[in-house]
């Protein structure tokens, strides 16, 4: 992991996409990170696909912390978007990418609901819903994800 901020934006019709490397402080206390992608399309709520990466110490998982994820993203998206954070729809994305173990397993997207407090926004493994092949066809099948790996390959080539 580097600490180097690394983006690819990306601008078609009607839609805009930032992919990065997102940094937080867990609340296990340590630094933890994902692959943070945001999708704007006209008329749709902005999408926020947060992928577990298998460089990222099993302890600071993901879904343990979207609460403190989905603050950093909001930070570190705000010179690619203005985002009204009540408005973002969340998704944490696990797959073969997600653990070294993990080799083959399918990938998964949750739909995580983050209501948001007077000191960020707040999170309960109630709100975290996984979506069946119907709901991931309908949610994620739109926003035409480019595979992790090929992301992170750009993202460590962005030269600056």
Known sequence: MTNEARTLL?????????ALLLQWS???????????R???????PPLAVLSELDSNPDRLGLTGDMAGAADAFIVQMRPYADLDPQQ??????HGSF???DSHGAP???????????DSGFQDDLRGHHMLDDD?????????????VPEVLTELR???I
């Open 10 to 18: 990306v601008d078609t019709e009607g839609t805009r996409r930032v």
């Open 107 to 117: 990938e998964t997207f949750i739909r995580v609901e983050l209501p948001l407090g």
């Open 38 to 44: 945001l999708v704007l399309r006209q008329a749709e």
């Open 135 to 147: 709901q991931t066809a309908a949610v994620v099948g739109p926003l035409h994800l480019h595979p």
């Open 88 to 93: 973002v729809v969340w998704i944490a994305h």
């Open 98 to 100: 997600s653990s070294p």
């Open 157 to 159: 080539s962005v030269r």
């Open 26 to 36: 867990h609340s296990m206390g340590e630094q933890a990170h994902c692959l943070a």
